[in-house]
């Protein structure tokens, strides 16, 4: 149950205390166990979502797991390459453009962006399908 989560992550932050480099995987397994429920709690609310999904070691985690199976599966799943190349691809568009949003930067020094949630997450799609119908057309 929740106690064996909590000696794990206990266990993994004494480990991450050293400087290894289990620090980045203690930090998301803690905010994991935090935000799935497993202590008996509630669903997350908004703001513990965006919270977590706006952690850098959970954005750092999930790059992480990107690029290694793109190693690993590269060479005998080039559609699985090309999958991850394109998540990636629409990932990485929509965090630069939701924080050019943030800070009031315009794109290419004069593009000022619109308000709203809505343009990081067309950016991004659109960026994505663009590079997933380039691998599409290369890999036949």
Do not use: M
């Not at 794990?8 to 799935?36: C, K, M, P, Q, Y």
């Not at 202590?39 to 690029?67: K, R």
């Amino acid at each position: 149950g929740g106690g064996l989560w909590e000696e794990a992550v206990a266990r993994r932050l004494s480990a991450a205390e050293d400087g290894g480099g289990l620090a980045l995987f203690a930090n998301v397994t803690a905010l994991i166990v935090n935000h799935t429920g497993i202590n008996g709690t509630s669903w997350p609310t908004h703001e513990e979502v965006e919270h977590f999904l706006g952690d850098p070691d959970v954005d750092h985690a999930a790059a992480f797991l990107l690029g290694t199976i793109a190693l690993v599966y590269g060479r005998r799943l080039p559609q699985l390459l090309g999958a991850v190349a394109s998540l990636s691809l629409g990932l990485w568009t929509a965090l630069v453009i939701h924080d050019r949003q943030a800070f009031k930067s315009p794109i290419f020094g004069k593009v000022d962006l619109p308000e709203g949630e809505w343009v990081p997450i067309v950016a991004g799609v659109l960026a994505g399908v663009a590079a997933g119908v380039l691998c599409k057309v290369a890999l036949e």
